[in-house]
């Protein structure tokens, strides 16, 4: 019987977009800080130990985006929580810093940020637009986000995330991991670029890449039976 599996949804959008997936495999979700019923939380390390905290021994812990970051984090400070870590359109770093050039440059998040704490309702269609550009069925997968995600949690709770993806930092955490890990990659990803994905696969030891193609940042909802499919052998295989 495989481990319980937890999974760590993305900023702003919450559980809406993953719940098909999620029940699919039967999981359950860890609420990001500030979403939901879940306390606010703006530290990320003590986010990470908050996490850990909840998760039984040997789990299998998937994030998404900035919960793949999470889930990373967790996994390297706390190994004997994570037996099997997934990581879906995660990045070691969300902004570029020196030797990680395939991320989004500080000044582009911080004109988005601006744009977020002036209006996030009506920064969430350019954002979610903006994430599936390259994505084969971008038009159908940004509406079903827009239509499936939860309601906004509060300005507060953004501003926390979007500094969490100024600021965090992965690189020698990763090098950390002792779970075996699959990465699950869009190869048309704009936001977590491949080479972000690549780069970091060379970091956490046996890492296995799974890339989509045709896809942008949502691999779950564009080509979700395949999408199922590769978690579930990955969660199932027997351990060595």
């Known amino acids: ?32 800080p500030g979403y ?55 990045t070691a770093s969300f902004v570029q810093r020196d030797g990680w050039p395939d991320a989004m440059p500080p000044a582009t998040l911080a004109e988005f940020s601006a744009a977020v704490i002036a209006d996030a309702a009506g920064m969430l269609p350019r954002f979610v637009g903006g994430f599936n550009r390259g994505d ?4 159908e997968v940004s509406r079903r986000i827009l239509e499936l995600a939860d309601p906004l949690p509060p300005a507060a709770v953004l ?16 090098t950390r991991v002792t779970a075996p890990t699959l990465l699950v ?14 780069a970091l696969a060379t970091l956490i030891p046996g890492a296995r890449p799974a890339w989509f193609t045709g896809c942008a940042h949502a691999p779950f909802l564009s080509r979700a039976d395949d999408f199922i499919a590769e978690l579930r052998r990955f969660i199932d295989e027997p351990t060595a």
């Open 159 to 174: 501003a926390d995330g979007l500094a969490w993806l100024r600021d965090v930092d992965l690189r020698s955490d990763a």
């Open 36 to 90: 939901r019923e879940a306390a606010p939380e703006s530290d990320f390390d003590a986010a990470v130990a908050a996490v850990a905290a909840r998760l039984p021994d040997g789990a299998t812990l998937a994030g998404w985006s900035i919960g793949a970051q999470l889930a990373l984090a967790v996994a390297a400070r706390h190994p004997a929580k994570v037996g099997r870590l997934v990581l879906v359109a995660g």
């Open 1 to 32: 019987m495989s481990a319980p599996l937890y999974f760590l949804p993305g900023w702003c959008l919450g559980r809406g977009p993953l719940q098909s997936t999620v029940d699919a495999l039967g999981g359950q979700f860890f609420d990001l």
């Open 136 to 139: 084969t069925q971008a038009k």
């Open 185 to 198: 990659h869009g190869d048309a990803d704009p936001l977590m670029p491949a080479g972000a994905a690549r």
